[in-house]
């Protein structure tokens, strides 16, 4: 089965810095990798994801770059602002042959100080 | 849409007891999972239903834990007996089936403590 590793565990940075959480999988039949922000108390949320076919994706301050012969995928997010202090997981997932199941890193702790 | 509903937020047992965790996936939605949060464990699928079927249960821990899907808008995670190492936060999540693969909306979370 899938396995996905999900580095660093905490990640502080210094507000309007960037930070970078790297992530791996095992099962190259995966090919949709989402992540997800949860916010204390909170359900996690989707921020971004990327398939297969896509190299990169970007949306606003939040970018996930894919590297399939590495298996790795790696989320940037830059000019860091103290509300993206948060959880941040990482998923992989083969779709709807695997019905769809994600299979989640462990997850990073990110602090933003101001 | 008021998005994926569960109940109670925050449950407080003591060992041997029953335990009754609910969710009211998304309205359309065809798919819905249960998923366990500890520390030492991250996020744990525990089982996954498609159209209220259970496809795949074999995240649940053992046989204390059992799901049901009754029809589209209900579903329950019961655990019975209760042990103090099932206390985590239990997420309930659906997604819609397309073509390709969709977004998972995850509720607020059942934290369940169990003494």
């Known amino acids: 089965g899938e396995n996905v590793e999900q580095h660093p565990s905490t990640l502080s940075v210094q507000e309007g810095d960037s930070a970078v959480i790297k992530c791996t999988y095992s099962?190259?039949?995966?090919?949709?990798f989402p992540w997800y922000k949860q916010e204390l108390g909170k359900g996690p949320q989707l921020i971004i994801d990327?398939?297969?076919?896509?190299g990169e994706k970007k949306d606003q301050r939040i970018a996930v770059t894919l590297n399939k012969t590495a298996k790795h995928f790696s989320l940037h997010i830059t000019e860091t602002q103290p509300e993206d202090s948060a959880v941040y997981f990482c998923?992989?997932?083969?779709?709807?042959?695997?019905?769809?199941?994600?299979?989640f890193g462990a997850g990073t702790i990110l602090r933003v100080k101001s | 849409d008021a998005g994926v509903i569960q109940s109670p937020r925050h449950e407080v047992t003591e060992m041997g007891q029953e335990v009754t965790l609910r969710c009211k996936p998304i309205?359309?939605?065809?798919?819905l999972f249960w998923y366990r949060q500890t520390m030492m464990r991250g996020l744990e699928l525990l089982i996954y239903?498609?159209?209220?079927?259970?496809?795949?249960d074999s995240g649940m821990p053992e046989d204390r834990f059992s799901a049901k899907m009754p029809n589209a808008s209900f579903s329950t995670l019961k655990i019975q007996p209760s042990e103090p190492r099932d206390s985590a936060v239990y997420f309930c999540?659906?997604?819609?089936?397309?073509?390709?693969?969709?977004?998972?909306?995850f509720g607020p979370g059942t934290r369940l403590t169990v003494l």
């Open positions: 998923a992989a997932t083969g779709g709807l042959e695997y019905g769809n199941k994600l299979v």
């Open positions: 239903f498609n159209n209220n079927v259970p496809i795949d």
């Open positions: 990327i398939r297969s076919n896509v």
């Open positions: 309205s359309g939605h065809d798919y």
């Open positions: 999540a659906s997604s819609l089936t397309s073509a390709s693969y969709n977004e998972q909306f």
């Open positions: 099962d190259s039949a995966s090919n949709y």
